[in-house]
């Protein structure tokens, strides 16, 4: 059975840093893209970063320049460090894992999501 298990949310003042990692474990063939998206309190969801089997990366305009996405397809992890956190990166930061080929086929998976809270 597949699951995306997240660590290394926490809080931590602005101008501060904190590494997520999200491991993707199971018996996985592929995973195409692999991605954060976070949920702030009465927002949408919104995708914060992303990046392909291929290394091709992605990052929302709020970002960029202060996050940073890699990923280990030996290991299927996917990391985003975030540096320069502001209060407004204060959210639920969800791992998501696209066109994840495993014995059950081809699905999207999420992982349980993990606090990230920026203090001013």
């Known amino acids: 059975q597949v699951q995306l298990v997240e660590s290394g949310g926490g809080l931590v003042e602005a101008g501060g840093s904190l590494r997520l990692s999200c491991a993707a474990s199971g018996t996985i063939f592929s995973i195409n893209v692999m991605g954060w998206y976070r949920q702030a309190p009465g927002k949408q969801r919104e995708l914060v970063a992303s990046?392909?089997?291929?290394?091709?990366?992605n990052y929302a305009d709020s970002v960029k320049g202060r996050f940073t996405i890699s990923r280990d397809n030996a290991k299927n992890t996917v990391y985003l460090q975030m540096n320069s956190l502001k209060p407004e990166d204060t959210a639920v930061y969800y791992c998501?894992?696209?066109?994840?080929?495993?014995?059950?086929?081809?699905?999207?998976?999420w992982g349980q999501g993990t606090q990230v809270t920026v203090s001013s």
């Open positions: 990046i392909t089997n291929g290394g091709t990366t």
């Open positions: 998501h894992a696209d066109r994840l080929r495993s014995w059950s086929g081809f699905r999207d998976y």
